[in-house]
């Protein structure tokens, strides 16, 4: 079964860091483009971030640019999202997502993804 299971979601003050993690069971990642999205209570889901999948290119929306860095670490089957300078408005639950393909968007034509982790980001 082929399985995405996001972890590292919490609570945390303005200006604060969170790490968010992507894991795969039943498949291996190494093999797929992994894209982070979210989606704010009323809002739509929103396409984040995206790497490749040789990790050679990487896709942030303009409003986490300079805050957020993806990475992947192939051997652990598993992509991060590093978090930095956190802003309320970056509170939303935040969804991994994978698709078998060599480079990646931020449109939320994925095949396969995770169950998401909330993010909140408030005094």
């Known amino acids: 079964q082929l399985q995405l299971v996001e972890s590292g979601g919490g609570l945390v003050q303005p200006g604060g860091s969170l790490r968010l993690s992507c894991a795969a069971s039943?498949?291996?990642?190494?093999?797929?483009?992994i894209g982070w999205f979210r989606q704010a209570p009323g809002k739509e889901r929103e396409g984040v971030s995206c790497?490749?999948?040789?990790?050679?290119?990487?896709s942030y929306a303009d409003s986490v640019k300079g805050r957020f860095t993806i990475s992947r670490d192939n051997a652990k089957n598993t992509v991060y999202l590093q978090m930095n300078s956190l802003k309320p408005e970056d509170t939303a639950v935040y969804y991994c997502?994978?698709?078998?393909?060599?480079?990646?968007?931020?449109?939320?034509?994925?095949?396969?993804w995770g169950q998401g982790t909330q993010v909140t980001v408030s005094s």
């Open positions: 997502a994978a698709v078998r393909v060599l480079m990646c968007n931020l449109r939320p034509g994925y095949d396969y």
């Open positions: 039943g498949f291996t990642l190494e093999n797929y483009a």
């Open positions: 790497i490749s999948r040789s990790g050679g290119m990487k």
